[in-house]
């Protein structure tokens, strides 16, 4: 099992916690940015750190692991995996901007449901995953995460765990302190994308 040093440096080896001028997805404006894809394109990489998160909740009963998509499907599979054999990985996407399980996803009444993502920051998608499973399934086990950022995610009554906490401020647009030093903003991911 990795500790939380060992994890963060797979993220720094694989260029993929950056400092820079950000925007993130919420549209807060960050110094660091975490681009999980470049750590999961490596199966290794994934499989040590996404074992790591399922140690945490070795040994509870777990029938079903969720992850709202794109970020978190990878995750949800080889936490699964780690977990045991007839555990499921099933993610839940966006029709018309809410979470839903399409495909033939289940989840049935009695299934015990772990909800895994790659990086929490404000945790809205795991709200909305949260909210999305308590349709199907009243027994939440826990949430799971390679990353939280450091933002206000608080799960209340169920348990969470993320192998790697930082803690990163994000800033309002109009009150960015690297937006008044003149730094230029880039877009996460853009700077992958040859144009
Ligand atoms: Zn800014």
Known sequence: M????????????????????????????????LQSALVLQYPHDAWQLCSSVAEHFRGMKIDVVVAPAMGGILVSYDVARALGNSIRSIFAERVDGKLTLRRGFNISEDDNVLIVEDVVTTGKSVKETIDLVKR????????GALVDR???????????????????????????PLCKRGIPLEKPGSRFIKR
């Open 136 to 143: 199907y399934s009243e027994h939440i086990v826990g949430v």
């Open 2 to 33: 990795l500790n939380r040093e060992e994890a963060l440096n797979i993220y720094k080896k694989r260029n993929a916690y950056l400092k820079g001028h950000f925007k993130l997805s919420s549209g807060l404006h960050s110094e660091y940015y």
């Open 150 to 176: 450091g933002g206000s995610f608080n799960t209340n009554s169920i348990d969470y765990f993320a192998l790697i906490k930082l803690d990163i401020t994000n800033y309002e647009p109009d009150d960015c």
